[in-house]
């Protein structure tokens, strides 16, 4: 299968998490096997990467949502979100079940480029991503994955030169396990205080400390808030304001999806608009944004009073 993959002029994936480092690494490696040639790496958080243009002749897609615009010849998409109508023209790796660093790995390993190192690692990448809460790995697998989060994609990834098994016991592991035996616990309490309406199927979790994803999960798990949708805020480095979402069934895709974000029904996340510029008018713009408009509400009820046919006075 591997062996007729077209040869890509550019790599693109994830920019947020994980999942996107490892499987843009593993493509990049795949790609000087088959074609001798080192493949630039580009990675996007969603709004950016519906931005961009795709100018290549060929290109290969990780772990970012099929679109319609992606569906070229000579395109490749390795992805693992559900998506409703696949592709005709791209070649389409694609399972809902693994993570997108796995489906990577098993083409990688195809290829005789499988390791020790990259099979633990990939295990706690798929572990993380897809929030494997049984897996007795699943703590230590969202450590690794709080790396990205916490380091960022570019910056993790110059650290380790693209060498991806450095991550493996990096003593920057030791920080994230301190964080979460001493900053969650604590987190949790305040953040269960600090929960406020955006909209009646979403809530805001303020965060102080600790790992956002653990704690949002615990609130859900723990059904200690009322909202379905629970939504936390995190101000990148540059000012871009990222907005995180979970929920238990299903519910979080859709309110991402209306952010211009996208990710998994229960796991996914959006970048708001530049102009949005401090967490206060980010909680601004997403109320306007998730709420029905005044007048949207009184167009309705004329609506409805028109479809009445009430007798004219």
Not at 132 to 144: G, M, S, V
Not at 226 to 235: A, K, N, S
Request: glycine fraction near 6%; charge should be negative.
């Amino acid at each position: 299968m591997t062996n007729s993959l077209p040869k890509p002029d550019v790599i693109i994936t994830h920019e947020s998490d994980l999942d996107g480092l490892v499987a843009g690494v593993l493509l990049q490696r795949l790609a000087r096997k088959l074609f001798n040639t080192d493949i630039r790496l580009e990675a996007y958080h969603y709004n950016n990467w519906r931005q961009r243009e795709l100018r290549e002749k060929s290109g290969w897609v990780t772990d970012l949502n099929f679109e319609p615009r992606m569906d070229r010849a000579n395109w490749a998409i390795f992805d693992h979100h559900a998506t409703e109508v696949p592709p005709k023209n791209a070649m389409f790796f694609h399972d809902v079940r693994k993570s997108a660093s796995l489906i990577c790995y098993e083409l990688c390993q195809q290829q005789g480029l499988g390791t020790p190192a990259l099979d633990r690692l990939v295990h706690l990448s798929n572990v993380a991503d897809l929030f494997l809460e049984d897996d007795p790995d699943f703590i230590l697998a969202n450590d690794y994955a709080n790396l990205v989060k916490s380091y960022q994609f570019w910056n993790l990834h110059a650290l380790i030169g693209g060498q991806i098994e450095q991550l493996l016991n990096n003593p920057l592991l030791r920080v994230m396990e301190v964080k979460r035996n001493i900053e969650d616990p604590l987190g949790f309490a305040w953040s269960r205080e600090n929960i406020a309406e955006i909209s009646p199927q979403v809530g805001f979790v303020d965060t102080v400390i600790g790992n956002n994803n653990l704690i949002v999960h615990q609130l859900l798990e723990k059904h200690a808030s009322r909202f379905p949708v629970l939504l936390t805020l995190f101000r990148r480095a540059n000012g871009v304001i990222i907005a995180s979402l979970r929920s238990r069934n299903g519910e979080a895709l859709k309110i991402a999806e209306r952010l211009q974000g996208g990710g998994h029904a229960n796991a996914c996340g959006a970048t708001l608009p530049r102009s949005v510029k401090t967490i206060p008018d980010a909680l601004i713009y997403l109320r306007q944004t998730l709420n029905p408009k005044k007048e949207e509400a009184l167009n309705s009820l004329e609506d409805i009073f028109a479809s009445l046919d009430l007798p004219q006075k």
